[in-house]
């Protein structure tokens, strides 16, 4: 490429020594012999003219190889050159007066100067015209005895040379950087064009005022429209589409054109567009264009992301939003109550927390399937839903569980009348597939920061009130309370001795007589059990029952008390059986049946004599595995009572595909029927009628006076349970009352 240049500098070239020529012809003219002036020319013009000829077939040395003779051949007419300015010194200089010869020495020192400049990329070319030049120069000003004007002469020579040398390595550096990034440029070019063919981003560039120009393919085909149509259009009202009329555009719109018109680049910027009546979301990055310092607009690069931001909103409103309901889930809720905390300590307020709890939702779900169960809380969300305003959020925590973060609660009376219109308008009947559904709703709050300066103390406090609300029955509202901890604590606490009793020899059994109604012969004995515990003296069954059901602590504890029945019952008179009350929570256990028979194996009890009573809620849960445990049981021998009969489930479809044996009439309707009560004596009456039609045995439970007793036997009850017949005593006793009527007998 050196030589190139060379090449074509033929006319700077041709100039030069024309110019050089015409200044040393002037300066000789009337001294030199016009002969020998006249021949120096024409060698001069011959000469150059041959060298000029010769160097243009260098022209496309770029597009081959040079050789090295062409470089020598190149290097010998720049001698031919010099050796011709150099006889011009020679035959010259005796002819002149000495100003006409430093005219001639300065003519050909520009010359060589010039030459360093026009024909650098070719410096070995140049030195050798100049070496050769310059020497003869300074041998004739060495004769001539202008040693100062020669040592300046030497001086510009050599500096002369150096300075060709560095121009050619600053031409070179030059060419091979402008070589290298036109490489680059083509390789660019080359991705470029790849990139837009083959990726899903596109290329955009805006002017200055922000209107598209050159149009690529693919950023015409995002927007669907041909290039032609969009260069020169609005690069912002394009993105906007109809927004544009009025002016609302999208906060992202308002943030691009923000940092556009700061001029700095930006990346990844999230940006909602719309055209042709759709939505779209676009990712943008772009840089800043500069023209000679002027701002000349924008260039970047695009690409569609809706479907990606599309995916990213759909995993994060299932990361904060419950899918059944689409309430709020724990997550959301946990945060809104964290930052309803802040807010309070913030302005010295109080915020507040709602738990609510469906009430017999269970038995809807268990009787008619999670399926209208499922449709049932869809339903129960839409009424929430519609209690709520802008400082109150909804949300559901789990199961039948919801929840309301109230972010204002500096009335109390306002949450209370929240929890009031909770429980009034979840209480209302639901249709579903035909069914009208009744349930309720219990609800518990708690204020923060007042009740807990956390999250996690004020949900837990909630929870304790609602906990003691649903104690109370129900269907109210119950706000927290600090003894309420001493009651958790206490029931942990209780807990955790429940857990050691029947290691530790706390339980035992008592056992209530059950009598004939028309003898008043003793026909059964029902197991209860008792619980002495070392650090908490006697505890009512009522209250250690339901806790030992919440922890499952009952099945190890029914086991137990199966077998000690059955072991205490094998030494009564053979006509006398045992009642074991057995809870749902055993009967959900498949090896219900298996617990049995091992209680009978181990006493050596036969199975008749072993009664086993159930509750209707039996059949709430899974009444399949219920029915199917029982039927077993009754496979074995065993019998199954139905106790409290009329206050639960109550449905006569069970009495029908199960035989029981006996049905229990609750207390409360024999204290009803003994106290006057048509309703009680209607439904004692009823239950009578209906276990004589199916062949099954009746029992009044709580008969405490004879006229009680008196009483059931009339309305036609075959069996009696209560104070006046005995009451529940520990084994020695009930051997001892064996005891006395064998004496009596006697």
Partial sequence: MQLVRVANAWKPRLFGHAFAAAMVGWA?????????????????????????????????????????????????????????????????????????????????????????????????????????????????????????????????????????????????????????????????????????????????????????????????????????????????????????????????????????????????????????????????????????????????????????????????????????????????????????????????????????????????????????????????????????????LCGRLGGDEFAIVVRDATDAERVDTIARKVIEQLSQPYEIDRHTLYIGASVGSAFGPRDGSTVEDLMRNADLALYRAKEEGGSSHYGYEPRLHATAEERRKLEMALRRALDDGELSLNFQPVVDAKSEAIVSFEALMRWNSRDHGAISPGKFIPLAEDTRLIVPIGAWVLEQACREAVNWPRNVRVAVNVSPEQLLERDFPATVVHALSSSGLEAHRLEIEVTESIFLRDPDVARNSLEQVMALGCTVALDDFGTGYSSLGYLRKLQFSTIKVDRTFVDGAAQGSQESLAIVRAVIAMAQSLEMATTAEGVETPEQAELVRDMGCDKIQGFHFGRPMPADEVQAVFRKQEMLIA
């Avoid at 060709?164 to 030059?174: E, G, P, S």
């Avoid at 479907?307 to 809720?333: C, F, G, V």
């Avoid at 946990?334 to 939702?361: H, N, P």
Wanted: charged share 20%; net charge neutral.
């Fill in 28 to 392: 000789c003219l009337g001294q030199v012999p016009i002969a020998l002036l006249a021949g120096w020319l024409a060698l001069l013009a011959a000469v150059l003219a041959y060298a000029i000829v010769r160097d243009a077939g260098l022209r496309n040395a770029d597009n081959r190889k040079i050789a090295r003779g062409e470089l020598r051949r190149h290097a010998l007419r720049a001698g031919m050159l010099g050796l011709v300015w150099l006889s011009a010194v020679i035959l010259f200089t005796g002819y002149l007066e000495s100003t006409d010869r430093f005219v001639m020495i300065a003519a050909i020192g520009t010359l060589i100067a010039g030459s360093a400049l026009v024909v650098s990329g070719s410096p070995f070319s140049t030195l050798v015209f100049g070496t050769i030049t310059g020497t003869g120069m300074v041998a004739v000003l060495a004769i001539e005895g202008a040693y100062q004007l020669m040592g300046l002469m030497a001086f510009f020579i050599a500096l002369v040379g150096v300075g060709t040398i560095q121009i050619a390595r600053i031409y070179l550096v030059a060419r091979i950087a402008e070589v290298d990034s036109k490489e680059k440029s083509e390789v660019v070019s080359l991705l470029l064009r790849e990139f837009e063919e083959n990726e899903a981003d596109w290329l955009w560039q805006v002017d200055a005022s922000r209107r598209v120009r050159s149009a690529s393919p693919r950023f015409s085909f995002a927007l669907g429209k041909r290039p032609e149509e969009l260069e020169g259009a609005s690069f912002l009202q394009l993105m906007a589409g109809d927004a544009w009329e009025d002016g609302k555009f999208p906060p992202s719109l308002h943030e691009l054109a923000e940092v556009m018109k700061r001029r700095e680049s930006f990346s990844n910027l999230i940006v909602k567009v719309t055209f042709g009546g759709q939505v779209r979301w676009w990712e943008l990055s772009g840089t800043p264009l500069f023209v000679d310092g002027a701002f000349a607009g924008f260039r970047g690069v695009g690409s569609d992301v809706t479907e990606q931001r599309e995916s990213s909103e759909k995993i994060a409103y299932l990361a904060r939003y419950d899918t059944l309901t689409n309430l709020p889930n724990r997550l959301m809720l946990t945060e809104s109550l964290g930052d309803a905390l802040q807010y309070a300590r913030q302005w010295r307020t109080r915020c507040a927390f709602l738990m609510i709890d469906l009430d017999r939702f269970k038995g809807v779900n268990d009787s008619l399937g999670h399926l209208v169960g499922d449709r049932l809380l869809a339903q129960v969300s839409r009424r929430l839903k519609d209690l709520m305003d802008k400082s109150t």
